[in-house]
């Protein structure tokens, strides 16, 4: 299978770069072909603005979304933005490695979001109808791919327990997981956390990529997270809130996964 | 009083251009002084790495926290960091401005905040002992100071709401309240959001003035959101869980806020 790597560390020595290298020759040795796009390295622009397109729509006024849209559906993209959006359709699956910088992914790497995924290509895509609400949360141009956050944290695991200081793990990469993953159509398996970065050492960094490895030979078979689909009628269109009679008694991000009867 | 806003929108003459400018003014006509960072106009650096410091610690190997440590404390980091930090001490509140870019702020701001908030500055402050953690979430270099985020979103308000299918806004934006502003001590007023931005035009722009107009006169006597300080004996040192007898069935973010009895 075909393993992207889209990842975001400045320091190639750093735990992030021990773990990425160990992803990359596990991966291999296990059969698979691994493209990595390594944000840091590849002086990756962080910033979506107007020089994103080789020509612009309207020199007089940028506006993020048209603009991305006429660029992606003329061929006029920037270089970079291009290349990895043929990386995406070429990938099976694709692992998001970065540190958890303040509760979110580091700049670098929201960049590349923000700009890889056109108007188009990851949003503005299939028909809005009383039924249909685009093909998003569940659908769309990434359907059939896996995806999985490999995050590294500095606090503690109690921290981002549930009622941990820093908030449940989960919710905080909900956005990420929900809203930039499932939003495009990836299957999104359960994140790969390291906590408590300070304590790794050569001593427990082993068992670390003992773990890391068995997740990556699960990478086809672990249960994706399951998040609801937009248009299979768990949800009112336009409003987009779930149904009345949906799991009734809940609110919040839970909402908007399936729980097991 | 002094109101520092943080703007990131790339069109000058897009609905956030025209809301920083009125806000600008408003402020101004009601005898504060302003001060601007409009990352885009500033072409802001989003990607914090060893660059970052004058000279470094060790040339041989980048880390993100003991380097910020090592150049905030020498007086060697890079003159824009400097020069944010001393705009948020002269501020007593700031207004992140911002379009809410896949759930999150965009990649310019969220590197204003991975190089600004130095170690030493906003994290890394105060003793670690078995009763204080840190200065931190509701301590820090920025007690005393409000901060609020005025977000614009493309989506509906519905699709936000509390079973809308993007989550609630207050949970989506937990991470960046909480996580960013509650955390080096900020007091967070609740967020200023303008939804389904398509359907904003000459005609009821006004009103969406009029309602920012008195938050913005309100700044000083909005009640903060009641997130729980860390050291005041809410939570389990060094867990940092919540104890069993603080709101005892609540978990995720909304057991870091205070409910009034």
């Known amino acids: 299978m075909n393993v992207l790597i889209v990842y975001a560390h400045p320091e190639p020595k750093s735990l992030n770069g021990s773990l990425k290298n160990f992803t990359i020759e596990h991966l291999k040795n296990t059969g698979h072909d691994v493209q990595v796009s390594d944000l840091y390295a590849m002086n990756w622009k962080s910033a979506l603005d107007a020089s994103d397109a080789k020509t612009r729509r309207d020199d007089s006024y940028f506006d993020a979304s048209l ?152 990478l086809w078979h672990t249960q994706p997270i399951a998040f609801r689909k937009q248009n299979h009628g768990d949800y009112n269109i336009p409003q987009l809130t779930l149904k009345e009679d949906i799991a009734p008694e809940v609110t919040g991000f839970a909402a908007h996964i399936v729980t097991k009867q």
Chains 1, 2 share one sequence.
């Not at 299957?187 to 773990?211: E, G, R, W």
């Open 67 to 218: 603009d991305s849209k006429y660029a992606f559906e003329n061929g006029l993209q920037s270089d970079d933005i291009a290349l990895e959006q043929r990386k995406l359709m070429w990938a099976d699956a694709v692992i998001f490695q970065f540190p958890l910088w303040w509760f979110s992914m580091p700049a670098i790497m929201k960049g590349w979001v923000e700009r890889v995924y056109a108007y188009g290509f990851a949003y503005g895509v299939g028909e809005h109808n009383d039924q249909h609400w685009g093909d998003r949360y569940g659908e769309g141009t990434l359907v059939g791919k896996r995806a999985m956050l490999m995050v590294t944290a500095g606090g503690w695991e109690p921290h981002y327990s549930e009622r941990g200081i820093n908030g449940p793990i989960n919710d905080i990469l909900f956005p990420i997981q929900h809203g930039i993953l499932h939003y495009p159509g990836f299957d999104v398996l359960p994140p790969f956390v390291v906590y408590h970065t300070s304590k790794v050492n050569t001593d427990n960094f082993p068992a670390i990529c003992n773990q890391l490895g068995q997740r990556l030979d699960d």
